[in-house]
């Protein structure tokens, strides 16, 4: 799985080579401070996840209710709403425990921590698509995948302008620092 994660990451970063970059004080900056933009994401996000968690129950208390049995449209409507939020949850949940792990990482400034940003934003990819895709609408579909490259893009441009600033470090000269 890491040589795949690193085969990825060399991919994009051959992409994003040509555009313009940040100054090297704005990348220094974000550097030194994503750790506890991560840990504020992190805290927003598991938010998010007890409010999905929330709401998946009302859907499933609305599908158990007697009254929507008797439209048919309602039932497959609802049904397909509680697959749909299921699967976003799950997703959610995932990239959440990711930024989790990424912050201690991100603090010390290590390639693990950046490593798992980047992880979370292959997380971020799959769930854009797959969610786009179980919308089952071509308007859905199409304006979920575009809207969601957007914001891919643009957390991709960020997470790359740092790259360079989290090196490989062993135990002993993460003491030393």
Known sequence: MTSYVSKLEQTVAGWL????HLPVSGQHWLAENIWWITLV?????SISVLFAVVGLFSIISVLSSIAVYSYAIGYTY???AVVTAVVA???LALSTIVLWVAVKPLQLKTKKGWTLLFITLLIETASV??????????????????FG??????????????????????????KKA
């Open 17 to 20: 080579k040509t555009v313009p």
């Open 129 to 146: 698509v797959v969610n786009s895709v179980l919308s089952l609408s071509p308007f859905g579909i199409v304006s979920g995948l575009i």
């Open 41 to 45: 994401s992190a805290i927003i996000s």
């Open 89 to 91: 949850l799950l997703f």
């Open 149 to 174: 490259a957007i914001g891919i893009a643009i957390g991709a441009y960020f997470l790359f302008e740092i790259r360079g600033q989290f090196a490989h470090q062993t135990k002993a000269a993460a």
């Open 78 to 80: 609802t049904g397909w």
